[in-house]
């Protein structure tokens, strides 16, 4: 019997920072054909587009796969497994599947779906990666915006306690074979070893905690822990969501409303912009003015022709050039994401001014 296809599980809250870890991954793959399944909320695949644009010989277009029908660990049995099946079913199988969940996701779900009789006996979960914003856990927030991520949650009917986010935070940690602690360079050394020694605390015994900034994480770090998450399933339980299994045989597909309607997202399209650090000053601005949960998109900069990477998570914005527009349009195109209830006129107004 051939070896099981490694896949790897990467989860954390909004804004953690799992697309520039796997972006970082992907542009230091060394000739490892890496297939995606990335799952964002809404369809709007600017996480996508930013993979896509690293660039990489060994992971093309083909090789990413999006879903946006919503949270995966929602989705199990109608998106992720028939997509997995496809993935399967290639001639050019990967060498590696890397998931990002969306920020709203609970990964146990996820794990448990590697044991569908379709599917155990070609994949392995080869290890799960939490990534953590490290600047805001040492702040008490979990995550930039708690507001915003803490409506995500309040909505979902089997929960009844009184800091939903945090609990999701702990479900996190409990899932991870390796806890990333990214935004390091925003933390004091103190800070960082602080919250390294917390979250080891918090964990179960041998899950590794690194620091890291930008994601940037040596591939061999980040794949080939040879885990078998789906094997150890009671070691790594949801602390807070039971799922009450009538029959694990029969595989049910438990449903979670995660509230996804409290949130919405448009598209913001304008033309050149003359100043990079001035336009990310405005978006910050805007953001700061609305309450947005993300902003993020690609910007066409003046006498630049390499297009503008534009990412922002509360009211810090980062960006950088990525690549050459080529054939596509130069024009600034921005995805905003909020709670619902969003002065779309507003936002848009201040973000073309």
Same mark, same amino acid.
């Given at each position: 019997?051939p ?10 809250f909004?804004?953690?920072g ?52 919503g ?16 993935? !399967?079913?290639? =001639?050019?199988?990967?060498?590696h599947? #890397? $998931?990002?969940?969306?920020?709203? *996701? @609970? &990964? ?34 979990f ?39 990214n ?7 103190a ?7 917390? !979250?080891?605390? =918090?964990?179960?015994a041998?899950?590794? #905690? $690194?620091?890291?900034?930008?994601? *940037? @994480? &040596? ?20 602390i ?19 509230g ?10 304008r033309?050149e ?36 990477? !534009? ?11 990525d ?5 596509? &349009? ?10 619902t ?7 848009t107004?201040?973000?073309?001014a």
């Open positions: 019997m070896a099981k296809i490694p896949a790897t599980v990467v989860t954390g909004l804004g953690a799992k697309t520039t870890l796997i972006r970082h991954m992907l542009q230091n793959a060394q000739g490892k054909r890496i297939a995606l399944i990335i799952n964002e909320f809404g369809d709007l695949g600017v996480d996508g587009d930013i993979l896509k644009g690293c660039g990489i010989e060994t992971c093309t277009e083909d090789d990413i796969v999006e879903l946006s029908n949270c995966i660990c929602c989705t199990v049995a109608d998106d992720f497994i028939p997509t997995m099946e496809t993935l !399967l079913a290639r =001639e050019d199988k990967p060498d599947i #890397v $998931i990002e969940t969306s920020g709203l *996701a @609970l &990964p146990q779900p996820l794990i448990r779906a590697f044991n569908w009789p379709d599917i155990s006996t070609r994949v392995t979960v080869d290890g799960v990666i939490t990534v953590v914003d490290g600047r805001a856990v040492v702040d008490g927030q995550a930039h915006n708690v507001a915003a991520v803490d409506a995500l949650r309040a909505q979902d009917e089997n929960l009844d306690h009184e800091t939903p986010l945090s609990e999701l935070f702990e479900d996190q940690v409990a899932c991870a074979d390796m806890i990333v602690v935004k390091a360079d925003l933390l004091t050394e800070e960082a070893d602080a919250l390294i020694a917390k !979250l080891k605390s =918090e964990s179960r041998g899950v590794q #905690v $690194i620091k890291a900034a930008m994601g *940037a @994480l &040596p591939v061999d770090v980040l794949l080939g822990q040879g885990v078998g998450a789906e094997s150890d399933l009671s070691a790594r339980h949801e807070h969501h039971h799922h009450h299994d009538d029959d694990d045989d029969d595989h049910h597909d438990h449903e979670h409303s995660h996804h309607d409290e949130f919405e997202s448009f598209i913001v399209t033309g912009i003359a100043d990079a650090s001035a336009f990310a000053a405005q978006v910050a601005d805007v953001i700061r003015s609305h309450g947005i949960l993300r902003l993020k998109g690609f910007v066409a900069v003046a006498g630049k022709p390499m297009r503008l990477t !534009l990412q922002a998570v509360g009211p810090r914005v980062d960006t950088y050039f690549q050459p527009f080529g054939d596509a &349009p130069r024009e600034t195109r921005l995805v905003v994401i909020g709670e209830g969003l002065d779309q006129a507003a936002i107004a201040a973000l073309l």
